[in-house]
């Protein structure tokens, strides 16, 4: 049977692909799509990305020298195609599959990924700081940073390229404009246009230009190089990257390796300070459902690769996602100054559904999780109620923000963080182990953890009415426990929690979604004739006090089980029992948190095994405190 990728299956690593002409990188390119297509077809991840830089992807890798050339892919959704071509084919189908590829950069994965990446816009401070290091070394490598117009909203992205223009060290940025066009291309003019700007006879001339001017008056200088720059502008529409220091090249229209190739050569021979290549592409390109798909199938699971039809389990109960969002809509019907804020992830967070019946209340700030926050509190101030929307992992960017600009203060911003705890295919850069650690330390800070969609109902109604100051509530990724919901939460009181089941010796006390494992583990142990109380906290600031010390007091052993890394919730009780007194008199307390290390991407169930966290393992530790030794050799090996 002949091959539908004769060339790739050629193709090993990038020095091979550098043996090919650049006559057969068109084929090439086509049989790297086809692999890609098919490959995420049975894996599910990351596909509309990653077919907009197909063309690039063996562009850079055929004119540029990788590994000793680096290329860091901002984000990493759109690096499967890089994959392939960097000696992972072999196991591309293993893609976000425990024990496989991962579905982003990983440094320890592979040489050709010089670093790891999953969240946004970091790739050109990475690659300033690899280009300071290699000229430190009097090396001569190249390095190119990709990244898309959506990252650029980021002001770490700015702040990374107003330092490259000002150290001028040579840094090749490649803007993979994707979804909006700063100036679009013209077909042949601005392939040749492009091909002129970064060719060795202009930047000569320019110099030329350059140097003449400086022998007559500084008038005549700033004049010359005003028009200069003020043509190039008009042409190719670089006048902001010029401002920032950079040499600004394009756009290039990156599905057209004729065009896409002498620039990248161009840029590579010439190239001495800071440039930008300004590539339009378009996401899911060269693949009719994708194309055809408003999110350009951004994440899909496994598909038919002939219809594009996505094979989705049906979902046994709705998302805490979804949840969330009906809870607001309920809250915002009633109340007119709630509004929700998201950054740059109004599908991820449920916020899409909340603007399609209040969008002029709902605002998608962007990239920018910083401005974001800072941004609801300054609504806050003018007596609006916001709702910001972000994902455990990501609010971790806008730390300084949530203290400064909220907490400090005391303003009644509302955070809803999604994500909480380990998520499953996205590995541990997503995964949101550590908001209750972060925000535990901020003073005026109201926090609680929903143990099923209707808790995530009622809380979402308590910090409606919470004015007091700021508030977050926490919930994980994917499906809640399949309970009927309200029209509308019934707001809490604060800091109370919630006896589950009554026992006598154990008490469980659990914050989350770890209730269900908790109850189960319970069963067990009465089952054993371990007579055990379970205890929903609810809220992890204000602690129920009173309910902590209550079950202290009747129970011989206290656990503590939370979705979360140490220093959060489980150390907050640690703490109140210890100050109190009630660790005094012989009671047995263990903490069950995330261990310390980063687990791995496989599915939430195995991540939660290997961190000890499901029934099985909470039972094990009970009866290993306990004195009861038969079930030791279920307890996890412990980091």
């Known amino acids: 049977m002949t091959s539908p990728t004769p060339l790739l299956d050629k193709i090993t690593n990038p020095a091979d692909l550098r043996k090919l002409p650049s006559e057969d990188l068109r084929q090439l390119?086509?049989?790297?799509?086809?692999?890609?297509?098919?490959?995420?077809?049975?894996?599910?991840?990351?596909?509309?990305?990653?077919?907009?830089?197909?063309?690039?992807?063996?562009?850079?890798?055929?004119?540029?020298?990788?590994?000793?050339?680096?290329?860091?892919?901002?984000?990493?959704?759109?690096?499967?195609?890089?994959?392939?071509?960097?000696?992972?084919?072999?196991?591309?189908?293993?893609?976000?599959?425990g024990g496989g590829l991962s579905g982003f950069t990983k440094r320890a994965e592979s040489v050709y990924d010089p670093f790891g990446a999953a969240h946004s816009s970091t790739s050109i401070s990475a690659g300033l700081g690899m280009a300071v290091a290699r000229d430190l070394m009097d090396n001569d490598n190249h390095v190119i940073a990709v990244?898309?117009?959506?990252?650029?909203?980021?002001?770490?992205?700015?702040?990374?390229?107003?330092?490259?223009?000002?150290?001028?060290?040579?840094?090749?940025?490649?803007?993979?404009?994707?979804?909006?066009?700063?100036?679009?291309?013209?077909?042949?003019?601005?392939?040749?246009?492009?091909?002129?700007?970064?060719?060795?006879?202009?930047?000569?001339?320019?110099?030329?230009?350059?140097?003449?001017?400086?022998?007559?008056?500084?008038?005549?200088?700033?004049?010359?190089?005003?028009?200069?720059?003020?043509a190039r502008g008009l042409a190719t529409g670089g006048t902001l990257f010029e401002e920032?220091?950079?040499?600004?090249?394009?756009?290039?229209?990156?599905?057209?390796?004729d065009h896409l190739m002498p620039v990248l050569q161009n840029v590579r021979k010439t190239s001495d300070g800071p440039t930008l290549i300004h590539v339009v592409t378009k996401k899911g390109h060269g693949y009719a459902p994708a194309e055809a798909a408003s999110d350009k199938y951004h994440g899909v699971s496994k598909f038919d690769v002939i219809t594009g039809v996505q094979s989705k389990a049906e979902p046994k109960a709705a998302s805490y996602t979804s949840v969330f969002a009906k809870a607001l809509i309920a809250e915002a019907t009633h109340d007119d100054k709630i509004v929700g804020?998201?950054?740059?992830?109004?599908?991820?967070?449920?916020?899409?559904?909340?603007?399609?019946?209040?969008?002029?209340?709902?605002?998608d700030v962007g990239i920018a999780e910083q401005h974001g926050v800072t941004f609801a509190a300054g609504m806050a101030t003018e007596g609006f109620k916001?709702?910001?929307?972000?994902?455990?992992?990501?609010?971790?960017?806008?730390?300084?923000?949530?203290?400064?600009?909220?907490?400090?203060?005391?303003l009644p911003v509302r955070f809803a963080i999604d994500r909480a705890g380990l998520v499953g295919a996205d590995g541990p850069t997503?995964?949101?182990?550590?908001?209750?650690?972060?925000?535990?330390?901020?003073?005026?800070?109201?926090?609680?953890?929903?143990?099923?969609?209707?808790?995530?109902?009622?809380?979402?109604?308590?910090?409606?009415?919470?004015?007091?100051?700021?508030?977050?509530?926490?919930?994980?990724?994917?499906?809640?426990?399949?309970?009927?919901?309200?029209?509308?939460?019934?707001?809490?009181?604060?800091?109370?929690?919630?006896?589950?089941?009554?026992?006598?010796?154990?008490?469980l006390l659990s914050y989350g979604t770890r209730l269900e494992q908790a109850v189960q583990a319970a069963e067990r142990l009465d089952a054993e004739g371990w007579r055990t109380?379970?205890?929903?906290?609810?809220?992890?600031?204000?602690?129920?006090?009173?309910?902590?010390?209550?079950?202290?007091?009747?129970?011989?052993?206290?656990?503590?089980?939370?979705?979360?890394?140490?220093?959060?919730?489980?150390?907050?009780?640690?703490?109140?029992l210890t100050n109190a007194g009630h660790l005094d008199n012989g009671l047995?307390?263990?903490?069950?948190?995330?261990?310390?290390?980063?687990?791995?991407?496989d599915t939430p169930a195995k991540m939660y095994d290997e961190a000890g966290l499901n029934a099985e393992q909470i039972f094990a530790r009970v009866c290993e405190l306990m004195g009861k030794g038969a079930a030791q050799s279920t307890l996890p090996k412990r980091a």
């Open 29 to 97: 390119a086509d049989e790297l799509r086809h692999e890609t297509i098919s490959a995420v077809s049975e894996t599910g991840g990351h596909l509309g990305a990653g077919l907009g830089v197909v063309e690039l992807t063996v562009a850079l890798h055929h004119v540029f020298n990788t590994p000793e050339d680096r290329i860091i892919w901002d984000v990493g959704h759109q690096a499967y195609p890089h994959k392939i071509l960097t000696g992972r084919r072999d196991r591309i189908r293993t893609l976000r599959k």
């Open 147 to 230: 990244i898309g117009d959506g990252a650029m909203s980021a002001g770490m992205a700015f702040e990374a390229m107003n330092n490259a223009g000002a150290l001028k060290n040579r840094l090749i940025v490649i803007l993979n404009d994707n979804d909006m066009s700063i100036a679009p291309p013209v077909g042949a003019m601005s392939a040749y246009l492009a091909r002129l700007l970064s060719g060795t006879t202009y930047k000569s001339m320019r110099r030329l230009a350059k140097g003449v001017a400086s022998m007559f008056s500084d008038g005549i200088e700033e004049k010359a190089r005003q028009i200069e720059e003020y």
């Open 244 to 257: 920032m220091g950079f040499y600004y090249v394009g756009p290039v229209d990156g599905h057209n390796l």
């Open 341 to 363: 804020i998201t950054a740059a992830m109004p599908s991820g967070t449920g916020l899409d559904k909340f603007s399609e019946v209040f969008p002029a209340r709902c605002f």
């Open 386 to 410: 916001p709702f910001a929307a972000i994902y455990s992992t990501f609010l971790q960017r806008a730390y300084d923000q949530v203290i400064h600009d909220v907490a400090l203060q005391n």
């Open 430 to 507: 997503h995964a949101g182990a550590f908001d209750p650690a972060y925000l535990g330390t901020v003073p005026n800070m109201m926090l609680m953890a929903a143990a099923d969609e209707v808790e995530l109902m009622h809380m979402v109604a308590t910090q409606a009415l919470y004015d007091e100051g700021p508030s977050a509530v926490r919930y994980p990724r994917g499906e809640a426990v399949g309970l009927a919901l309200p029209v509308r939460g019934t707001p809490l009181e604060i800091g109370k929690g919630r006896v589950i089941r009554e026992g006598g010796r154990i008490c």
């Open 533 to 576: 109380s379970v205890v929903d906290a609810r809220f992890m600031k204000p602690l129920d006090g009173e309910l902590i010390a209550r079950m202290a007091d009747e129970h011989e052993a206290f656990f503590t089980i939370e979705e979360g890394a140490i220093g959060g919730f489980g150390s907050h009780v640690a703490h109140f």
């Open 588 to 601: 047995k307390f263990r903490s069950m948190v995330l261990p310390d290390s980063y687990i791995d991407h």
